[in-house]
Each structure stands twice: as C-alpha cells, then as structure tokens.
C-alpha cells in the first residue's frame, strides 16, 4: 500500500564519480594526486605526483606551488566530478531506502481515513480495505 511505507529513492550509478569519494581522496591524498586520477585527469594527477617528489630542489617551490594547487583543488574537484557525471550520463553512487512508517504515523493515517469516511468522501468499503492493509 502506498500510504503505509515511506520510500526515500535516489539513483544508483556505478560508473558515476561520487563527491564524497573525491573529497576525501582530494583531502587525505590530495599532495600525491590521487583525487586527480580517481577523476580521470591522470596528466595533471602525475604532475603533482613529480612535484611531491621534486618539489625540495629549488628552494621548495614545488612544494609551495604544489601547495597553492592542492587549495585550488579544494573548488575544483566539485566541478571535476558535476562534468565527469554529465558528460558520461551517470550519476554517482547512492542508496535506496524503503522503510515502514512508525506506530505514530500509521495512527495518524488511521484518523485521517476516519474522518474522511466520516465526511463521505471515501466508503466504507474503501476505508476497510485501507484499515486492513495498516493492520498487515
């Protein structure tokens, strides 16, 4: 029956880049590049790769460009992976739920199919058929 549970949807994609995925990618292995491959920008994610490892000879400045980048990454990882999800048609991984409302909600509908028996809108085969299909 439709008013007895309460259904949360969203889609499931497995070839979809999930933002949450990326950002802790970005966050905990951002300075190896390793978000920039999980978002398939493998050039760029070698790139900060050779300046994590290079980065200490002239005066660290790999590193503090490296550095500059990671914080640049911090806004463009959310573009990376809206463009990657709209170009490929996917959608990034989620979950559906279907659960049955609490004691409280079915109550509430039951007073609600009683008052609209009460005020003749529905019959009272009608309200005996939803009252059953609670009760399962």
């Not at 966050?27 to 050039?43: C, E, Q, S, V």
């Not at 009272?124 to 399962?136: A, F, N, P, T």
Request: hydrophobic share 45%; charged share 25%.
């Amino acid at each position: 029956m439709d008013g007895i549970q309460t259904r949360k949807v969203a889609q499931l994609g497995d070839d979809g880049k999930n933002i949450l995925v990326a950002y802790l990618l970005w966050w905990f292995l951002g300075f190896l590049g390793i978000h920039r491959f999980y978002l398939n920008r493998p050039k760029s994610g070698l790139a900060q790769l050779l300046l994590l490892a290079l980065g200490w000879l002239p005066f660290f400045m790999g590193w503090v460009v490296l550095g500059f980048w990671w914080l640049l990454d911090a806004y463009f990882v959310y573009q990376y992976v809206e463009e990657h999800n709209r170009l490929h048609g996917c959608s990034p991984m989620a979950v559906t739920l279907t659960t049955r409302k609490s004691v409280e909600g079915d109550l509430d509908y039951l007073e609600k199919l009683h008052s609209l028996r009460e005020k003749g809108v529905i019959s009272e085969e009608e309200y005996q058929d939803r009252r059953r299909g609670i009760m399962k």
